[in-house]
Each structure stands twice: as structure tokens, then as C-alpha cells.
């Protein structure tokens, strides 16, 4: 009778996690109103939570803290999002060490408030490190994709009473996907490797230090990947776009952003989570920090020295190739650049 009654739970909420997926996928595919796409979106996201003891394989104990998680992750993102994407609008782009100090500042604070993974990067080299399981992983990646859009609903809603503009990360249109991927996969990478070696080694015993190490890093990653944006944040990504167009990224007009977001930076995650396995079982102590610190500069001189001077190159080469063509015919007629591209 015992077995039979938890068959028959997991059948039912199996069956009542189809209806309402499928029910959202319709509702979704058949509106065009933001409001309804944001409340299927939601909803659909929700079902890990709601299904929770049944992931759990019926223990209902474990179920509860799967559910926790998602909640976690669902304010934490939100609240992340909210606060570290605010400073440079709140106010009003005033240059690097000022927006790095907010940003620093609104960091700890969304930490503080929240914590979890808020980011499906960091939470895919924890499971690649063998720290969590595929069922956490779904969950929380579920709750970071549905706290990303209301965290962008509530700054964008807020942009009018700031300084500056709300933006967020789009892959260079000039560049091919491979200089996107390897863009997002590297930067990915280098903050996942701040993660390990800040967060999760004697390093991370001062609060203050760990928090400003990976903010130094999540900044520098900004500052010189500016081929995608960067997001090294796949939902903070998307949930952008969805906040900004009231709909999810399509495959067809979107595929850069698929490949860079989510192939190139879930790939980069995966890989230092297998990595940081070996070094956790090889080094302790400082020697892991410098390990950390080491492969974080392979990273970034990958990208900085050899990468990205191809990707300028090619960006630069296109847009001049645009400007070219675009000419009005009387600068035709006279064999003139390009205001933005005349020699000075």
C-alpha cells in the first residue's frame, strides 16, 4: 500500500507538472502580452519548487530544502541584480573607481541579505566539482532565470528616477560565435576561479577581502571582455532581454547569445569545476589560492593578449566595411571616410 501511494504521488505530480508546462507553453506561444508572458514565465520556472519531494524521490525532508534553495536563489538573484546593476545608473557613470566602489559595496549587501549561487555559472562548477547534485542544479538555475526577470523588471521600472541609463550585456554583432563563445567561456572561467579560490579557501574567512577579490575580478572581466558585454551570468542575460522586449530570447534571432551565454559560459563553469576537483585533492591552503590566482591570469591573458586583438580587429574591419556602405552619395562622389573613421 506504501509503495503504491508514493507511485501514485509521483504520478500525479508529474502529471500536474506536465499540465501546467504545458499549459504556460500555450498560454506563452498564444499572447502577445507581456504581463500573461511574465506570469506563465513564473509560473513554469516555480515547478521545481512545487515538485520538490518528488525530486527529492518522495523524502520530504529533502524536498523542503530543495524548495528553500530555489526560493534562495530566486530573491537572491533578484536582489543581486537589482543592486550590483544599479550603481553605474544610480550614479551616473562617473567613471570606473567610483562605480567599482558601489558596486563593491552593493555586492556584500546582496550577499549579506541572500547568498546561494545567483548565477547558473557558479552553480554548474559546483556540480562539476562533485558539491552539488543535477536535481540542485535544476533547481537553483530555475529560481536565478525566474529572481533574474523581476530583478530586471524592478531596476528597469526604477531607471527613471536615476542619474545615468540601465543597460545590460549583448554579444558584439560585428564578431563570428567563435570569438563570442571563447569571450563568455573564458570569462566564465575566470570568475568561477575567483569563486574557488576567494570563497572557498582561507581566504574567504575575511568577508570584506573575499567579497573585494571577486569584485576586482568580476570588474576587470567587464572592463576586457567587452565582446559580449560581458555577463558571465546567463540568467542575468537573458532575464534582460526578456525585462527589456517581454519575451524569452529566440533561438533564431538570438543564437548568439545562446552560444555565448549559455554554450560558451556553461562550458568554462564546467571545466574549472572539474579542474578545481583535482587542485582540492592535490593542494590546501595557499598553494590553492595561488593555483586559483595563476589559472585566473592564464584566463585573462588568453583572451586579453591573443582573442581579443583578433576580435577588435574584426569588429573594427566590419563596422568600417558598414560605414563604408552606408555613405551618402555625394561623400561617395568624393571619396570621403567616414566621419567616425577619417584619419585625424
Not at 506563465?40 to 528553500?68: F, R
Not at 549561487?117 to 562539476?128: D, E, F, G, K, Y
Not at 532575464?239 to 548568439?256: H, I, M, Q
Not at 562550458?267 to 590566482?293: E, F, H, S, Y
Request: charged share 10%; hydrophobic share 55%.
Amino acid at each position: 500500500m506504501g509503495a503504491s501511494g508514493a507511485l501514485f504521488d509521483r504520478l500525479f505530480g508529474v502529471g500536474s507538472a506536465s499540465y501546467v508546462l504545458g499549459f504556460a507553453v500555450i498560454v506563452y506561444g498564444a499572447t502577445a502580452s507581456t504581463q500573461a508572458k511574465l506570469g506563465v514565465s513564473l509560473l513554469a520556472l516555480a515547478l521545481p519548487a512545487l515538485l520538490s519531494t518528488e525530486l527529492a524521490n518522495g523524502d520530504q525532508v529533502i524536498g523542503d530544502a530543495l524548495a528553500n534553495t530555489w526560493l534562495q536563489e530566486f530573491v537572491g538573484t533578484a536582489v543581486m541584480v537589482a543592486l550590483t546593476c544599479m550603481p553605474g545608473a544610480l550614479v551616473g557613470h562617473l567613471g570606473y573607481q567610483v562605480e567599482w566602489f558601489f558596486h563593491w559595496l552593493c555586492m556584500m549587501a546582496a550577499d549579506s541579505l541572500t547568498g546561494g549561487n545567483v548565477n547558473p555559472l557558479v552553480s554548474t562548477t559546483m556540480v562539476a566539482a562533485g558539491r552539488d547534485t543535477c536535481k540542485e542544479w535544476v533547481v537553483k538555475v530555475a529560481g536565478q532565470l525566474g529572481g533574474a526577470v523581476v530583478g530586471w523588471r524592478l531596476l528597469l521600472a526604477a531607471g527613471e528616477f536615476m542619474t545615468g541609463d540601465v543597460g545590460g550585456p549583448a554579444p558584439d554583432p560585428h564578431l563570428p560565435l567563435f570569438y563570442v563563445f571563447w569571450s563568455e567561456c573564458l570569462g566564465g572561467a575566470t570568475l568561477c576561479l575567483a569563486v574557488w579560490a576567494f570563497a572557498t579557501t582561507s581566504v574567504g574567512e575575511v568577508y570584506a577581502v573575499k567579497m573585494g577579490l571577486i569584485n576586482v575580478t568580476l570588474r576587470t572581466i567587464i572592463v576586457f571582455f567587452g565582446a559580449t558585454g560581458p555577463a558571465v551570468n546567463p540568467a542575468l542575460a537573458f532575464a534582460y532581454d526578456f525585462a527589456v522586449d517581454g519575451s524569452w530570447p529566440s533561438l533564431e534571432t538570438k543564437s548568439p547569445s545562446y552560444v555565448c551565454y549559455w554554450a560558451g559560459g556553461l562550458v568554462g563553469a564546467a571545466v574549472v569545476g572539474l579542474v578545481w576537483k583535482v587542485i582540492d585533492q592535490k593542494l590546501a591552503g595557499a598553494a590553492q589560492v595561488a593555483a586559483g590566482v595563476a589559472l585566473i591570469a592564464v584566463c585573462l591573458a588568453a583572451w586579453i593578449l591573443v582573442l581579443s586583438v583578433e576580435a577588435q580587429a574584426i569588429s573594427d574591419d566590419t563596422a568600417y566595411g558598414q560605414a563604408m556602405a552606408a555613405r551618402h552619395p555625394v561623400t561617395k562622389l568624393f571619396g570621403r571616410k567616414p566621419k567616425a573613421h577619417r584619419e585625424l
